[in-house]
């Protein structure tokens, strides 16, 4: 039966760029890797300039041709306006034109006046509201720390901290644009000090990768309160819809995925729940590449999960229904949020490739499947999968009987069963730990009886003339006092000498 069953197949070559790259591609950027997907949104983006600014020129054209016209009909023969001032109008007119296009097709990046001398204050006398330094919480200012430290080593590290303090205390006056400019200004500045690092530490890559790390973890800690969820996405409203939809699918089981686990096997069991647990965890994190790390334990736990329980190597295509499984029974807090946080603002070349962009980018698919999730994906009916969804029937209750429907009763008394027979098996596994322990008392008790004894024996295998120190003492001191009393004695013939010596007769 569970051979006929259809599971959850991935291609690998799904996971990469569409432009065939090589890179791990992602959902958010239509299936591209982050370089190709930057290239094509700034050719995009060149063509609509080129497009708004031809736009641009050509109704620019038309008013000054209806203008024109206009003049030529309403002009008095006496010629009444001088030509002069009809070139200065036009003129005039022609630049605000000019201006006011520019400016509805080019967002201005320039701060308002406002917020400069804001700005100029805040350096004179601090305010609460004056930078993201000023508000900053213990995390950030640890970050802070740990920054300076990591860059005082190297030739310019100075350099390269007041570039980083200069964009971030920057990016307050940003908070107005959308979340992908501000990913992008964040992506250019990665890119920028990474070609510069890669120029002054040539043919050290590893090196630029860690500084690259603790830039991340600088900026995005002390940014994490401005460019994580911000109001101007839906990101919030998407987490909701996630939570909602992984909550309506808590009736699936580990069977409709086909998923090869034994939560039975106690290690299999801690496993699922540490996975879970990790995934759960990364809401808790502020620099995308922990955020990452957590998605990266969770993806191992699953993999120790599938060996242990298939006793072999788990594949590809047995660890994606598996990480489907871990996040509809973890429903993580703002998983879209959250993955959008990594796609906006990580560290490009670490999504590209290694484990963290494979698993990160299996995370994807998995709440794409999950978004997509319908009856044929769990090999099960349209009519049975509108029942499950609509809370009217469930996998975990016992089969109707006849044409008669399943009462609450009954649910709830299997229900009962089922948490009966939990108990049990927990009792049973409580009964066999103490039997174990006692086993383990009954041993430690004879082991000291057993070391008794050999002590003892070990005592009594001396010689009688093996005395304690304090009798050899006092044998001792009253030989002394014998010995000293029989030297001025006419008896020699004491008790405590030796006798005398015999003569003997050898013949010579």
């Known amino acids: 039966m569970m051979s006929q069953r259809r599971g959850i197949h991935v291609d690998q070559s799904e996971l990469l760029c569409t432009k065939g790259c090589g890179f791990y591609g992602n959902n958010a950027w239509q299936g591209l890797c982050s370089k190709c997907w930057r290239e094509e949104n700034q050719k995009e983006k060149q063509k609509q300039i080129q497009d708004d600014w031809a736009l641009a020129e050509r109704l620019q054209k038309e008013e000054e041709e209806a203008y024109a016209n206009r003049h030529q009909k309403s002009q008095a023969p006496t010629n009444a306006t001088p030509f002069s001032k009809f070139e200065e109008r036009k003129s005039k007119e022609k630049s605000s034109k000019v201006n006011t296009v520019t400016k509805f097709f080019i967002p201005s990046s320039k701060t308002p006046q406002k917020k400069d001398a804001a700005s100029l204050d805040s350096q004179s006398s601090p305010s609460p509201s004056s930078s993201v330094s000023r508000h900053s919480s213990v995390d950030s200012d640890q970050a802070t720390k740990e920054f300076i430290d990591f860059l005082r080593p190297l030739k310019s590290g100075r350099e390269i901290f007041k570039q980083c303090r200069a964009f971030t205390e920057s990016m307050v006056y940003k908070r107005d644009m959308g979340a992908d400019e501000l990913s992008e200004c964040v992506q250019d500045f990665y890119q920028n000090l990474s070609d510069r690092l890669h120029t002054q530490f040539k043919g050290s890559s590893d090196h630029v990768e860690s500084i690259m790390d603790e830039v991340e973890k600088y900026m995005m800690t002390r940014l994490y309160k401005e460019v994580f969820c911000p109001e101007s996405t839906d990101d919030e409203k998407k987490d909701l819809a996630t939570q909602k939809r992984i909550r309506a699918l808590h009736w699936v089981t580990i069977e409709m995925l086909c998923v090869p686990v034994d939560e039975e096997i106690p290690e299999v069991s801690d496993s699922v729940v540490k996975a879970i647990t990790d995934v759960i965890e990364m809401d808790s994190k502020r620099v995308p590449k922990d955020k990452l790390s957590c998605i990266t334990r969770c993806s191992k736990h699953i993999f120790n999960a599938i060996k242990v329980s298939k006793k072999e190597a788990a594949s590809a295509d047995d660890f994606l229904p598996t990480l489907i499984y871990i996040v509809l029974k973890a429903n993580p807090p703002r998983l879209q949020s959250n993955i959008q946080y990594i796609t906006r603002y990580c560290n490009p070349s670490r999504l590209m490739t290694g484990e963290d962009g494979y698993y990160f980018t299996n995370l ?79 041993d430690l008790i004879d082991w000291t009886d057993e070391v008794e004894q050999k002590v003892q024996s070990v005592l009594e295998s001396f010689s009688p003339e093996s005395q304690t120190p304090a009798a050899a003492t006092a044998t001792v001191g009253e030989t002394t006092s014998a010995a000293s009393s029989a030297i001025d004695s006419d008896n020699v013939e004491n008790e405590l000498l030796p006798p005398p010596l015999q003569p003997q007769v050898f013949a010579g």
């Open 364 to 442: 994807c698919c998995a709440v794409a499947f999950i978004e997509k999730l319908d009856a044929q994906s769990l090999n099960l009916s349209t009519e049975e999968f509108d029942l499950y969804m609509s809370g009217q029937a469930s996998p975990h209750w016992p089969p109707a009987t006849g044409a008669s429907s399943i009462s609450p009763s009954s649910t709830t008394l299997s229900q009962v069963h089922k948490r009966l027979d939990l108990l049990t098996g927990l009792g049973q596994r409580q009964e066999r730990v103490m039997e174990k322990a006692r086993q383990l008392e009954n």
